[in-house]
DNA sequence: GTCTATAATAAGATAGAC
DNA sequence: GTCTATCTTATTATAGAC
């Protein structure tokens, strides 16, 4: 147990250094060369771990969403009435997005690149399947007005990335509290079949 | 002038099959040379009416913004009362973008690329400045509920780049209609004063 | 499992003829 | 203003020692 350790290691320093080029770089302006140099090993070690190049790309994808999708649920509390858990599924986007900056990047610039294979987009459906759920649920109960649901999730996860970007912006504390609340305010009067909360 | 019509044709069908290759493949996936190949004249043709590569891409950035820029103030009817005419520049812009997807596909590469010089970017911010404007007036007229700007104009801007790609992915027609205008009703649900419209 | 060295290829940009 | 040919450099991925 404790020999594999040191090549987990490897891996894990090889994705880490490969999510910050990418997002700084890109893709293809990043040399494996480079990634293998800022992980600390060498080019050989890298191909030793992955196949190549877009194998790799997509393993770091499929690790962000992964450990993103992980904490969502994680903070989700089923007892609550669906509203809270909406509103708290929405904070907890919010958060997370704010304080994984590089993280939130490589997302966007893997999400409109083209070639992108689809097949490893949809691997990652299934870990967020509750969310869109719970939506059905909220509209169901009468929570949220009777919106198609595809208008409904668009909706809500683009004002979120919005506002991601524009707390981000904003020094920490109750300037970025007000700017997640007002966001929050607007997703509810524009989706709630009840007044603003 | 009829001399000048065949460099500045040369010029166009580069700038056009830039565009067509970036949206598929992407900035640095794409050669060079396979963009002169796509225009149907030689790589020297393309260095010489583009210093670099780089200077074609921002190129193409910004002959799509001024187009799109020109095509939404060209609807706009400032005798119409600030309310129909933001929800008409709404309209506008889904209907530009469900038009013309090349064009957006390229607008979201390249917006959310790295090391692409922000000054680029800041240099179509006047041609849009009008929007920011009459939400202002909207807010001042009590259309709007008092959001901060860039919470709303966020909102507005991310939730109708959402309902694009929905309402592109629906055949033209009843169906796609459903989709803008319950897009539309969420958006004004959201940010509106009064009930909805 | 990691290294160094390198093979094989392709890229951006230029030179100089026409 | 456009072409062909090419220079220079950088890239992905592999080979083989340790």
Redesign the interface.
């Known amino acids: 147990m404790a020999d594999t350790g040191t090549s987990d290691d490897t891996r894990e320093k090889i994705l880490r250094s490969a999510l910050r080029l990418f997002?700084?770089?890109?893709?293809?302006?990043t040399p494996t060369a480079q990634i293998s140099r800022g992980a600390g090993v060498s080019t050989g070690a890298l191909f030793h771990h992955f196949t190549d190049k877009a194998t790799l790309t997509s393993e770091v994808y499929l690790a962000i969403k992964r450990e993103m999708a992980a904490d969502l649920r994680e903070g989700d509390d089923m007892a609550l009435p669906v509203r809270k858990r909406i509103t708290g599924g929405i904070r907890r986007y919010i958060e997370w997005g704010v304080s994984h900056p590089e993280e939130r990047?490589f997302l966007?610039?893997f999400?409109?690149?083209?070639?992108i294979c689809d097949a490893v987009k949809d691997r990652t459906y299934a870990d967020f399947r509750w969310l869109h759920d719970l939506c059905a649920e909220a509209v169901a109960e009468g929570v949220i007005?009777d919106?198609?649901h595809?208008?409904?999730f668009?909706?809500i996860?683009?004002?979120a990335?919005?506002?991601v970007?524009?707390a981000a912006a904003v020094p920490p504390g109750t300037a970025r509290e007000?700017?997640v609340d007002?966001?929050l305010?607007?997703?509810w009067?524009?989706?709630g079949a009840e007044g603003p909360g």
Chains 1, 2 share one sequence.
């Open positions: 997002t700084t770089q890109g893709f293809h302006a990047a966007n610039l999400y409109h690149s083209p070639n007005r919106v198609p595809p208008v409904l668009t909706v996860v683009r004002t990335d919005g506002i970007d524009l007000e700017v007002a966001g305010a607007v997703i009067h524009g989706i």
